[in-house]
């Protein structure tokens, strides 16, 4: 699903189809991580997702605060070109069968890899 180049701020998990492989939300406006609902399930939850590409967004350090994917199957993730200043090694650790990640144009300070696997 190609979203790229558009004006999003926010999309709800549940307009995802749960067998969606690709998801490119490039040049867009988002600020949060797509979530929903009780269980704190976000994107990265979708077990048949391998490739997200959130770069050139509003993204933060703390966008990523708390988020423990369970089921992540995500083989490439792209966070170029947003706001970050430090990584969470304690979130990447959970992304074990993550491939690739491009972090480039950022203003990464600090990264956290302790808990990285």
């Known amino acids: 699903l190609n979203l790229s180049y558009n004006r999003l701020e926010y999309i709800s998990m549940y307009c995802l189809p749960g067998n969606i492989t690709v998801l490119d939300l ?3 406006n988002v ?4 979530a929903h609902g ?5 994107v990265f939850d979708i077990e048949a997702l391998q490739y997200l590409d959130l770069s050139h967004n509003s993204l933060a350090s703390d966008s990523f605060n708390l988020i423990r994917p369970r089921h992540s199957h995500l083989k490439t993730l792209k966070l170029d070109d947003n706001g970050f200043v430090r990584i969470d090694g304690e979130f990447l650790k959970h992304l074990i069968n993550l ?3 491009t ?7 600090v990264i956290e890899t302790g808990n990285v696997q």
């Open 26 to 28: 490039q040049h867009n």
């Open 31 to 34: 600020k949060t991580v797509p």
């Open 38 to 42: 009780d269980g704190g399930e976000t």
């Open 99 to 101: 491939k690739t990640l």
């Open 103 to 109: 972090l480039s144009h950022n203003h990464i300070r």
